[in-house]
């Protein structure tokens, strides 16, 4: 079965600063890879999705970017973070049906 | 607008009882899938059911599936203290050729409370 690694899973990071956050998959190939964001423990907005190296799809415009770097490597960044950017990071994978869910990076932005 | 919508928001009950959450959506589907999420933790898939599928099981979880409604509901039977979480349906659109790429739209969530 898959496994995924996300990290860090707690982040504080000031208005303007840049971030990167990595999502790595084990127990598959080819997955389609997605990042999610998640508001005050309620439901989850999608945010970039990846059928394969270096494909990158938005779904919403935002202040985040995504890349792909290789099969099982999703990440996600920011040049420079805004207040709004708060929230609860989740990186899934689904080869096939049925997601696995990494478990998240919260990230708070003073 | 969302696609899944889950009524009730919240539910509380007791050890034993039954618990019922319902999922609403708007456009046609290939899927209907359900996720438990502990707080503060990342999301478990629970159970898929296809479009054409009408009612699925696994263990103590039903799944029931109308599409004519455009609804989905999930019965945790006997719940236990460890059942507390929030609990999420996510819908996949599906599409010609699988264009959706398996994306999901998920509800805003039932959170659930069993008391010991």
């Known amino acids: 079965s898959q496994t995924i690694h996300q990290w860090p899973a707690t982040l504080v990071q000031p208005v303007g600063s840049p971030l990167s956050l990595e999502c790595t998959v084990e127990?598959?190939?080819?997955?389609?890879l997605y990042w999610y964001r998640q508001a005050a423990g309620r439901g989850l907005q999608l945010l970039f999705y990846?059928?394969?190296?270096?494909?990158i799809s938005s779904e919403v415009p935002q202040n985040l970017s995504a890349s792909r770097p290789q099969d099982r490597q999703f990440i996600l960044s920011s040049k420079k973070l805004l207040l709004s950017d708060s929230g609860f990071y989740l990186c899934?994978?689904?080869?096939?049906?049925?997601?696995?869910f990494g478990s998240g990076t919260r990230l708070t932005v003073v | 607008s969302q696609q899944g919508e889950e009524d009730p928001q919240a539910l509380s009950i007791q050890e034993g009882e039954n618990a019922t959450m319902n999922c609403s959506y708007k456009t046609s589907i290939n899927n209907l899938q359900w996720y438990r999420q502990n707080s503060g933790r990342g999301l478990v898939h629970l159970i898929l059911i296809r479009s054409n599928e009408r009612e699925k099981h696994s263990g103590r979880l039903r799944v029931t599936l109308d599409t004519s409604k455009k609804s989905s509901s999930l019965l945790i039977t006997a719940s236990r203290a460890a059942d507390t979480a929030s609990y999420f349906c996510a819908t996949d659109a599906g599409g010609a050729g699988g264009t959706s790429y398996g994306k999901l739209t998920f509800g805003q969530g039932t959170i659930l409370t069993v008391h010991p």
């Open positions: 899934a994978s689904q080869p096939y049906y049925g997601y696995t």
């Open positions: 127990g598959t190939s080819n997955p389609n």
């Open positions: 990846s059928v394969g190296i270096g494909q």
